[in-house]
Every structure is written in structure tokens, then in C-alpha cells.
């Protein structure tokens, strides 16, 4: 079982960069596939990224595409989350999550995702 908490949200003017983490616990976190989610007030969840259990192989929404970058470094349980030029539509809080199921990272269904950390919040002011 992994335990996922998210860190690095604040507030941050439009074309703005911030870095969010997800740390997890568990020695088979490197057998994950994690992918972060977004949900916006009176939204549903949406996906943003995934990447692969080795990050080999990534998968962005494209809203966010060429924006935003995820990685990760298994040797310290962590993926990352590079969001650059940021619009205010990218207000929300961003939740982690990691799927047993390797292939998950080829997909943008949440269903597929077993564990969720809290969430963070992101804010996008004009």
C-alpha cells in the first residue's frame, strides 16, 4: 500500500512557474505508475499527467502540453511536477496518485489509480 502527499502549492501570477511533489512511502513505489489530477471548484477531476513506472514513457491532457512536465526520481520516491506559464484556468487543487497496474500510465481514466494523496492547492491570479 502507498501513502502519497503532495507539497510545492501556492499562489502564483499568470505565466508563473511552480514545482509540486508527491512523496511516497512504501518500498514499491518504483513499481508505480503515478499520475496527477486536478479538480477546479464546480468541476469535475480532470487528468493532467502520468508518466511510467521506470519514466520512460510520459502522457499529458492537452491543455497542458508543452507547459507542464512530470518526472520522477524512484531512488527518492518522488514525482515531480514542473508547471510553467501558468494560466489562471489551472487554478485547482492538484491531487498525486499511483496505479498498481503499470499501464495506467497510458491512460487518463482516475478509475485506474489505487492510491491519492490529499491534494494541493494551486492558484492563478490575473
Known amino acids: 500500500q502507498a501513502q502519497l502527499v503532495e507539497s510545492g502549492g501556492g499562489l502564483v501570477q499568470a505565466g508563473g512557474s511552480l514545482r509540486l511533489s508527491c512523496a511516497a512511502s512504501?518500498?514499491?513505489?518504483?513499481?508505480?505508475?503515478i499520475g496527477w489530477f486536478r479538480q477546479a471548484p464546480g468541476k469535475e477531476r480532470e487528468f493532467v499527467a502520468a508518466?511510467?513506472?521506470?519514466?520512460?514513457?510520459?502522457l499529458y491532457a492537452d491543455s497542458v502540453k508543452g507547459r507542464f512536465a512530470i518526472s520522477r526520481d524512484n531512488a527518492k520516491n518522488t514525482v515531480y511536477l514542473q508547471m510553467n506559464s501558468l494560466k489562471p484556468e489551472d487554478t485547482a487543487v492538484y491531487y498525486c496518485?499511483?496505479?498498481?497496474?503499470?499501464?495506467?500510465?497510458?491512460?487518463?481514466?482516475?478509475?485506474?489509480?489505487?492510491?491519492w494523496g490529499q491534494g494541493t492547492q494551486v492558484t492563478v491570479s490575473s
Open positions: 496518485a499511483a496505479a498498481v497496474d503499470r499501464r495506467s500510465a497510458y491512460s487518463q481514466d482516475s478509475a485506474r489509480y489505487d492510491y
Open positions: 508518466i511510467t513506472w521506470s519514466g520512460g514513457t510520459t
Open positions: 512504501g518500498r514499491t513505489f518504483s513499481n508505480y505508475a
